[in-house]
């Protein structure tokens, strides 16, 4: 037995949010590729819990059953932030783990990274670095303390090092290795599902598929945009409007879904040629994204696979975190005033949009750098 092996514990692997399944499936694959790395044990916090929003990511992905469940579920950010955090602790004395992953920016990112610091376990955040500037974001809270009390910071783009270095964050906690999310799209992309067999199932009829062949994908679901009933209303009058120019695709998150039956909107909506969904399933999303002629979206992860995948996206929002998809990618920040939203998607119409290429290290071997530097650091620290 390794050094390694007999002093110390398993990785904790925690996910909580939907985001959290692509960057860590890959993750989970490479630790467990490797002789010289603990064995990694996957803690689900349970902050999504429904078939939707989990189980049906789990299976696409190819993601073990979690070792453990915390079973959290949904409430306030300080209800989740805490329960995570009370629920862990014990998961933690239990196992003793050598290091404790977590990725994003999530809840649970930051909830189980204060239980590992706090009990002197290395804390490893993945997806370091970015940065909205906009601390009105619950996300970009938990980015700048996550990173705060990480001891090692994987990046997924080489801005994200300008960043925390202003924080003060010393160069050698810092690791660029470019991004998870995209060795899960590589990887799956071969099983994507095909547009026209969702859509089909959606109960678009065979012979109206001929008008599909252009079409849209929307996703909202950020507090800012789908909390208050103005401004989600006049979301809806826009989308309405675009889907004048090509038929949408809307798989609705929960928290869209139910606020568009609370404030009296689910009728405008259906004015309009958008055909709304449940959540999908991740290589049902992928393969509709692949085919897609552009994309409209709040998401952080979609204007990063849309990059990838060369498809044009407009984001939805005032900033991004992501800057390296305006910059290198596909992606264009429109906000989410109706005339710069039209006028941006007949560009896209008329012109193909923007091609973009591929940045840095979005190759599908981020996990395999991030296990290989693990398995060193880890080493190093017995050795110390
Ligand atoms: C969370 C993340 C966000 C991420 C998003 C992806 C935080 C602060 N936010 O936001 O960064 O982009 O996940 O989806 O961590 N719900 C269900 N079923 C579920 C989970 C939630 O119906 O499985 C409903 C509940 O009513 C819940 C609401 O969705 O109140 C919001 O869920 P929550 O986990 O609080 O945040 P998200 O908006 O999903």
């Not at 909580?16 to 990694?40: E, H, T």
């Not at 409007?241 to 869209?256: D, E, M, Y």
């Not at 404030?263 to 969904?277: K, P």
């Not at 305006?326 to 989410?336: M, R």
Request: overall charge negative.
């Amino acid at each position: 037995m390794g050094k390694i092996e007999a002093a110390a514990g398993p990785i904790l692997c925690v996910v909580g949010a939907r985001p959290n399944y692509m960057k860590m499936a890959p993750l989970i694959r490479a630790f467990g590729a490797r002789s010289d790395l603990p064995p990694a044990l996957l803690i689900h916090t349970g902050q999504h819990y429904d078939a939707f929003m989990n189980d049906q990511l789990f299976r696409d992905l190819q993601l073990p059953a979690p070792d453990v469940n915390l079973e959290v579920g949904s409430g306030s950010h300080a209800v989740q932030t805490a329960e995570i955090m009370k629920r862990f602790e014990p998961v933690v004395d239990t196992h003793q783990p050598s290091s404790v992953v977590v990725v994003g920016d999530v809840n649970s990112t930051i909830a189980c990274g204060l239980v590992a610091v706090k009990k002197n376990i290395p804390l490893v955040h993945v997806e370091a670095g970015l940065r909205s500037f906009d601390r009105g974001m619950p996300e970009e809270v938990n980015r700048v303390l996550t990173d705060q009390i990480a001891d090692l910071l994987y990046t997924t783009e080489r801005t994200a090092h300008g960043n925390l270095h202003r924080e003060g964050i010393a160069d050698e906690r810092i690791h660029f290795v470019g991004n998870l999310m995209i060795d899960s799209l590589l990887a799956h992309k071969p099983r994507a599902v095909k547009a026209a067999e969702i859509l089909g199932r959606a109960g678009v009829a065979e012979n109206d598929l001929a008008h599909w062949q252009r079409y849209g994908i929307v996703t909202l679901h950020r507090p800012s945009n789908v909390d208050q009933p103005e401004t989600l209303a006049a979301l809806v009058d826009t989308l309405v409007q675009a889907s004048r120019r090509l038929p949408l695709v809307l798989p609705l998150h929960p928290r869209t879904r139910a606020n568009l039956e609370r404030f009296g909107l689910a009728g405008r909506l259906a004015t309009g040629r958008i055909l709304c969904l449940q959540p999908l399933g991740y290589l049902e999303m992928l393969g509709l994204m692949a085919e897609a002629t552009i994309v409209l979206t709040d998401s952080g992860g979609i204007q990063e696979e849309t990059t990838a995948l060369g498809v044009p996206c407009l984001t939805l929002r005032e900033n991004t975190e992501r800057p390296i998809t305006l910059e290198q990618g596909t992606n264009t920040l429109v906000g989410t005033n109706r005339i710069s939203i039209l006028r941006e998607l007949d560009a896209v119409l008329a012109t193909g949009g923007k091609r973009g290429r591929i940045p840095e290290y979005w190759d599908g071997s981020a996990a395999i750098r991030i296990a290989e530097h693990l398995a060193a650091w880890l080493e190093r620290r017995v050795a110390h």
